[in-house]
């Protein structure tokens, strides 16, 4: 207890030595990374009035609502989920997210494309180089997301990351089984390749200045051709997509070490408080936050 610590003995952790980041008023996040997993992080969270701007992972995000209701907009298709409910969301899928009513209390996980291709080779008993694919973006898994919660408390950090690993495994195996199809993504429409190609140019050069008459130069289209058609086809505008890969890109950098004033500069943005704003609105917490959660 606090009144038996003594100044020679050890500190109790700080909250965001623990993962634990104070957002407003009723809000509560903390991060946490699984150690039994490659790269594998989870974020539990209580949401009153923060909301998400539109973004995309580079990994998959599967979880679970805990209490009340969360609402998000992804391929066009507005959500809702409640307890009981699996939130899937697809690699490089743009999404948001949002309290529905007074707010929701969720588990997340964000596990990479190589991971659930491993499992799924294991479950097939097979070679698997297909990305498996959620078609559905909520559903009604009561006794799934049972066993996913269980993993994803056991692989907390109060928890034991031994079992964790088995219930997590388990669980992600069942969604794969039971929701998800190994299959590749629809086609894209119109101008695809000119998206791609540019697509694949911010991949490549996100730290680099892109204004977007460079871009539109490279995908021979006129500026609001390039515009209108990277919306459609990514869901994004260049420059929104271009914030995106910072973000990601910064992500990686915290978590080799770098400090977030490091980071702001190997990605490309104007100065720290530039890539907290753009962090935070799409990750939920600052990247002081995030740093000290998966170091």
């Keep these: 207890m ?14 965001e030595a623990m993962g634990i980041f104070a957002l407003d008023k009723g ?24 909301r998400y701007v539109p973004h995309t992972h580079d990994t998959f995000v599967i979880g679970s609502i805990i209490a009340g209701c969360e609402t998000w907009t992804v391929r066009g298709i507005r959500g809702y989920a409640g307890p ?35 499992i799924a080779s294991e479950l097939r008993e097979r070679d698997v180089t297909a990305t498996p ?17 269980a993993a994803h408390a056991a692989m907390d950090v109060h928890g034991d990351a031994r079992a964790g690993e088995e219930l997590l495994y388990r669980a ?23 998206v791609i190609r540019i697509g694949r140019l911010i991949k490549e050069h996100y730290a680099d200045d892109l204004s977007l008459s460079r871009l539109a130069a490279e995908a021979g289209l006129p500026r609001h051709r390039l515009i209108s058609a990277f919306r459609r086809e990514t869901g994004m505008t260049p420059h929104a997509f271009l914030l995106d890969r910072r973000v990601i890109a910064a992500q990686q950098a915290l978590r080799r070490g770098a400090t977030p004033a490091e980071a702001a500069a190997a990605t490309g943005f104007c100065d720290q408080a530039h890539l907290t704003r753009a962090f935070k609105a799409r990750i939920g917490i600052t990247p002081g936050a995030f740093r000290a959660a998966v170091s």
């Design 172 to 194: 992600y195996a069942h969604c794969l089984v039971r929701h998800a199809r190994v299959t590749s993504q629809p086609a894209t429409g119109r101008e695809a390749d000119q």
């Design 27 to 50: 809000e509560r996040t903390r991060f946490f990374a699984c150690p039994n997993f490659a790269a594998l992080d989870c974020l539990t969270a209580t949401f009153r009035t923060y």
């Design 133 to 149: 694919y959620f078609p559905e973006t909520v559903v009604n898994d009561p006794a799934g997301v049972a066993l996913f919660v």
């Design 2 to 15: 606090e009144g038996n610590a003594t100044h020679n003995g050890p500190k109790p952790a700080t909250n």
């Design 84 to 118: 009981g409910d699996f939130v899937f969301v697809n690699p490089q899928e743009v999404h948001d997210g949002a309290p529905h009513g007074s707010g929701y209390c969720y588990r997340m996980s964000y596990p990479s494309i190589e991971l659930l291709r491993q």
